[in-house]
T-cell receptor, first 115, second 114 residues
Framework: GAVVSQHPSWVICKSGTSVKIECRSLDFQATTMFWYRQFPKQSLMLMATSNEGSKATYEQGVEKDKFLINHASLTLSTLTVTSAHPEDSSFYIC???????????FGNGTRLTVT | AQSVSQHNHHVILSEAASLELGCNYSYGGTVNLFWYVQYPGQHLQLLLKYFSGDPLVKGIKGFEAEFIKSKFSFNLRKPSVQWSDTAEYFCAVNARGSQGNLIFGKGTKLSVKP
């Protein structure tokens, strides 16, 4: 149980285009989803916290207009990288939980390459 | 502030050697603990996790970790490593009852020589 599906697992796009990444909780309702990014040789960094039905809370230094997060339902959150640039190439991963204090469940991540 | 420390940045072992990767966290409350692995060119994969119960947790591929609350540690172990264990390993902590901000260590790169 408690499966989080992230799609796509990898994507290559051209500079200037936008890319949408989906994060779905398959067998539970996720009131909160988190989006992370992994920089080379660093650990995952939290980008934003997404609560169903409300605006995402972004971490300091993360551009809200560039990384659009939508959490329209209890089973789906999306991260859209707008006007992608090569420096946005990274590994993005989401996690989800049923409620505060509940265990987090991770998607398998998305490898984004911007050419 | 919460933090997670992984003591070794890069560990090099020969096949069949035993492995122990250190992980310490700083948080006074109850935590959930994780070890993740990222094989070269692949995605992050959960190795094992501890939420409650038996502090000795067994994961996939022969890995195990022991939660020692008094030491705020969750070290990862494997009795005999293989070349295929070459990867980067991340320890992570999630404070229960919080907003769920998962704190990761900086990772330990494991290189296993055949």
């Amino acid at each position: 149980g408690a499966v989080v599906s992230q799609h796509p697992s990898w994507v290559i796009c051209k500079s200037g285009t936008s890319v949408k990444i989906e994060c779905r909780s398959l067998d539970f309702q996720a009131t909160t989803m988190f989006w992370y990014r992994q920089f080379p040789k660093q650990s995952l960094m939290l980008m934003a916290t997404s609560n169903e039905g409300s605006k995402a809370t972004y971490e300091q230094g993360v551009e809200k207009d560039k990384f659009l997060i939508n959490h329209a339902s209890l089973t789906l959150s999306t991260l859209t990288v707008t006007s992608a640039h090569p420096e946005d190439s990274s590994f993005y991963i989401c996690s989800a939980r049923v409620s505060p204090g509940a265990p987090l469940h991770f998607g398998n991540g998305t490898r984004l390459t911007v050419t | 502030a919460q933090s997670v420390s992984q003591h070794n940045h890069h560990v090099i072992l020969s096949e069949a050697a035993s492995l122990e990767l250190g992980c310490n966290y700083s948080y006074g409350g109850t935590v959930n603990l994780f070890w993740y692995v990222q094989y070269p060119g692949q995605h992050l994969q959960l190795l094992l996790k501890y939420f409650s119960g038996d502090p000795l947790v067994k994961g996939i591929k022969g890995f195990e970790a022991e939660f020692i609350k008094s030491k705020f540690s969750f070290n990862l172990r494997k009795p005999s490593v293989q070349w295929s264990d070459t990867a980067e390993y991340f320890c992570a902590v999630n404070a229960r009852g919080s907003q769920g901000n998962l704190i990761f260590g900086k990772g330990t790169k494991l290189s296993v020589k055949p």
